[in-house]
């Protein structure tokens, strides 16, 4: 007998639970593999093109314009230069800042991705960390650097942790949908930096009352930069923050006992109860190891680069969003969020500081480099329809398969 | 020559290959007018190529479709309902918010002046019908509100409904309870008495021997022999099904229990809709007996089993294992913790986590504990080595230690379940419906598995709607009926007796 049979082809009762959106889109990306998501990118890269083109510029020029704004082109010139004076070497330095941030904002989707929850709320909670990073780098003036600065990136970190888990306790003891609830603390988070940093408010800045903006962070709280002029916003060492959190992002879910139950609960959370697993402390722990992504990314912009914040920024304020097309593309993987990171971290530095203005009409680059950095973020949600096409595609093959196999 | 009728449909030859492989190889079989013809095979045999084939889903390479001795050719379903075959697959095609009749006639709906559907003359035409084959089947009542026995028979009313003389069951009891089975072989005699002729596809030997006339057995996509069903044995059929002998009777000595295992008390237990499903449940089991409760689905079972193994809160009541009782919020790591093993009713979902690998599945209880595990590190490797221990005992086939639980067959699937509760050592061993939707290999198994167990000293509770399982393994069984314990018998105790009792025609024994 062929133990290829479909297993269920004489198991009617025997469904799956009806898996909602999370599980199936999971399901879906793990099928994909490698292939599909370069297939996304490569897409978002060809249509951005037709784009540019149809408004009567060169696609190539553009392109390269970008690749270069993102300090790409530094990473070809033999022997490296590391000076930052040249201005490759400075926009690829501002590319890693990006992505640092990107990184973290994009783990912090993937976590609870794998334990079949979608947090919308990365945004909310980086603000989170962002404010009590500025408020412990305004105060606390005197200290030495390190415990000043790991000072506020463990707070900060907390602060994630915190507003995350309320969505996660909340779903663990209501029931309430944990998508739900994170645009609602997301909407919390920007209007209680509003009060913060407004006029009068706990957090806003002692030397002009009327400007509505945070403290700047103390000499002694500012993580040091290791590339480029610190007075030129170089690159700090939160970038190997980041990158240890990759690693460890992979070490949780692959190494712990932690990691393991998160996994089974992503897949399937009935077997998991059933195989002893307290579903709900899980989605608890999960969304609070996804705030302190998110709060790290926050104190690491405060702390690293912005040391300052305003009530008009909180409000501009997106990077937190953009977690969520970083973590897709890169399929709530730790290598594929670090490679999706670095891709959004160029385009988003390449297409607006570090562009080249003579690439495009000055007055039109501002709509065009927003326009691409759109279609990116819209192939990555067309990223379903290609796996369905691709689905659809293998499960023909599998049905042939089955069919020979099956009774 | 009055008596031999011809064949009304016929194959010849049929082949099927699929990548090298063969499907169907040089298959024969023909059907007579009213006739049951029952083509019996284990998962994988051909069967569903073969009807597939018949069905114009797929092409044969060689081979011919005869229908009343004429060479046929069909190219979609349409052609073969245009030809007077229909098929009722597993799967149900229906539309659950529409009715009845709409579901019968959807597609060739009678209309009025052309271009209205006229729904009275719809409702009328399947009433009609249901009376004449005595369907039981309300016309306007919506899909969705009808029993999964009726939506069969609405799907076998959509076929009569466009006037098929053939009619090819797929698997048509697996998703019925015996009462809904026996309702369907009812339905089935009708039909064959007004001259419809039915294939009926099955991997269950005692309802092939109860409706067929004939009986063609595939095996590896081979004809193996076409027999009438006088004279048929279901010993005979196993082999002719999966070539050598296979013990229907398990084997096995006489109990010789020992301590009490587990222990039940007044159990009351809610299900999701906040109904009493069980209501005050008392027993115990000993370690080296096999307890079975007996029932038709839905009277409880599940609820009892979900809240003995602490997925489900209990009302009231006690659960005590290996002398440890336990009342109020029982939870399943506690349970587990325990000593109890569970092989859960439905392996995909909840038995297995089907994305899982097969190392990371046997681990799913002991995955926390050394030596998997320590301080929260897991040790994959050590999962690995479990996996690949367990695999060769248990005889798990279709891959390694890091194939994904997905790839495995359904009788290879459950082998993994078996193999992690079984080799955890319970006390007690927790058993619902542990053959469900497997074949007769590997429910041979299972059942020597569960007598391997108890042998060992272990409590075995099995839950079983078959009554012939139940009737082969235990050593006590117990009837459940409306939540509560109707009857107990010793393992020797008599089909009709308990039958009756299943459908409720005893008082409950006092508590």
Wanted: charged share 20%; aromatic share 8%.
């Amino acid at each position: 007998m062929s133990s290829q049979a479909e297993p269920t082809a004489n198991v009617p009762p025997e469904q799956e639970p009806t898996p909602d959106f999370v599980v199936r889109l999971g399901a879906a990306q793990r099928a994909g593999g490698l292939v599909v998501p370069v297939l996304t990118a490569v897409l978002a890269f060809l249509a951005g093109g037709i784009v540019v083109a149809a408004t009567g510029h060169n696609p190539w020029t553009a392109y390269k314009g970008i690749w270069d704004g993102a300090g790409f082109n530094w990473l070809f010139h033999i022997p490296w230069d590391t000076n930052t004076v040249h201005l490759d070497a400075f926009n690829l330095s501002q590319t890693l800042l990006t992505m640092t941030t990107l990184i973290l904002v994009g783990l912090a989707v993937a976590f609870p991705f794998r334990c079949g929850l979608f947090n919308i709320g990365g945004q909310g909670q980086y603000l989170v960390g962002l404010f009590v990073a500025n408020w412990i780098g305004v105060s606390f003036a005197g200290w030495p650097t390190l415990p000043h600065v790991l000072l506020g990136i463990g707070a900060a970190a907390l602060a994630g942790a915190v507003w995350a888990g309320i969505a996660g306790f909340l779903k663990a003891t209501t029931g309430a949908h944990e998508v739900i609830s994170t645009i609602m603390l997301n909407w919390i988070a920007i209007w209680g930096g509003q009060y913060l940093f407004g006029q009068g408010g706990p957090l806003q800045n002692t030397y002009n009352p009327a400007a509505p903006e945070s403290g700047t962070v103390v000499q002694s709280a500012r993580i040091p930069v290791f590339w480029g002029n610190p007075v030129l916003q170089g690159l700090d060492y939160g970038f190997f923050v980041a990158l240890v959190a990759l690693v460890v992002f992979w070490l949780i879910l692959n190494r712990t006992t932690l990691g393991y139950e998160v996994r089974a609960v992503g897949f399937n959370p009935e077997a998991a109860a059933y195989g002893g697993i307290n579903v709900k402390t899980k989605y608890i722990q999960a969304m609070a190891i996804s705030g302190v992504f998110a709060g790290l990314a926050g104190a690491l912009d405060m702390l690293g680069y912005l040391f300052q914040f305003g009530v008009l920024d909180v409000q501009a304020s997106q990077i937190g969003f953009l977690g969520i097309a970083v973590a897709l593309l890169g399929r709530n993987t730790a290598i594929g969020t670090g490679i999706a990171a670095f891709l959004f971290g160029g385009l988003l530095y390449g297409t607006t500081r570090g562009l080249n203005p003579n690439v495009f009409d000055p007055s039109l680059a501002g709509n065009l480099t927003s326009m691409i950095q759109g279609l990116i973020v819209l192939f990555v949600g067309a990223d379903i329809f290609i796996l369905y096409i691709w689905n659809a595609r293998r499960k023909l093959k599998l049905r042939r398969r089955a069919e020979m196999a099956a009774t | 020559m009055a008596e031999e009728r011809s064949p009304v449909l016929e194959l010849r030859g049929i082949t099927k290959r699929y990548s090298g492989s063969l499907a169907n190889d040089r298959v024969d079989f023909d059907l007579r007018r009213g006739e049951v013809h029952a083509l019996l095979g284990e998962n994988g045999a051909g069967k569903s190529t073969l009807m597939n084939i018949l069905y114009g889903l797929t092409k044969p390479d060689e081979g011919e479709i005869l229908i009343d001795g004429k060479p046929v050719s069909f190219s979609s379903a349409k052609d073969a309902i245009g030809a007077g075959v229909g098929m009722v697959h597993q799967h149900f095609m229906l539309i659950p918010v529409m009715t009845v009749a709409e579901n019968v006639v959807l597609g060739t709906e009678p209309v009025r002046s052309g271009i209205v559907l006229d729904e009275r003359a719809a409702a009328r035409r399947v009433a009609d019908m249901a009376r004449t084959f005595n369907f039981a089947v309300d016309p306007d009542a919506r899909v969705d509100n009808i029993t999964v026995g009726q939506q069969q028979r609405v799907e076998i009313m959509k076929a009569l409904y466009r006037n098929v003389d053939v009619l090819v069951l797929d698997e048509p009891t697996a998703v019925l309870t015996p009462q809904e089975a026996a309702d369907l072989f009812e339905i089935l005699r009708t039909l064959r008495r007004e001259g419809i002729s039915i294939v009926f596809i099955s991997h269950k030997l005692n309802e092939v021997l109860e409706i067929a006339d004939r009986i063609t057995v595939l095996r590896r996509g081979k004809k193996i022999d076409t027999v009438s069903k006088e004279g048929a044995t279901e010993e005979g059929l196993a082999r002719m099904m999966v070539g050598r002998d296979v013990l229907l009777r398990v084997d096995k000595t006489l109990a010789s229990p020992g301590e009490v295992a587990l222990e039940v008390k007044d159990l009351h237990v809610l299900d999701d809709r906040e109904l009493e499903k069980v209501r005050g449940v008392s027993f115990s089991a000993r370690g080296g007996e096999i307890v079975a409760i007996a029932g038709v689905d839905g009277n409880g079972q599940t609820e009892l089993v979900e809240a003995i193994t602490g997925l489900r809160p209990i009302e009231s009541g006690t659960v005590a294992v290996g002398g440890r009782e336990f009342e109020g919020r029982l939870g399943p790591r506690m349970m587990i913790d325990a000593g109890m093993g569970h092989i859960p009713e439905d392996r995909h979902r909840r038995g297995l986590v089907l994305d899982f690998n097969l190392a990371e599945n046997l681990a799913l209880h002991d995955y926390d504990k050394p030596p998997d595990s320590r301080f929260g590190w897991l040790y994959p490797a050590r999962l690995v080595q479990r996996a690949v221990r367990l695999i060769k005992e248990f005889d798990i086939r279709g891959g390694g230690p890091l194939t994904l639980a997905r790839a495995l067959s359904g009788g290879n699937q459950q082998k993994v379940v078996v193999a992690r509760e079984v080799a955890r050592n319970p006390v007690v061993l927790v058993a619902a419906q542990p053959t469900r939707g497997l074949d007769v290999g590997a429910i041979e198994y299972v059942h020597r598995r569960l007598v391997a167990e108890r042998d060992a000293g272990h409590a075995i509770l099995l839950v079983s709607l078959e009554l012939d399982e139940v009737l082969s393994l235990a050593d006590r069984i117990l009837v459940m009926y409306e939540g509560r314990i109707v009857g107990e018998h010793g393992g020797d105790a008599g089909e009709e007796e308990i039958g009756l009792e299943m459908l409720g025609g005893r008082k409950p024994v006092a508590a």
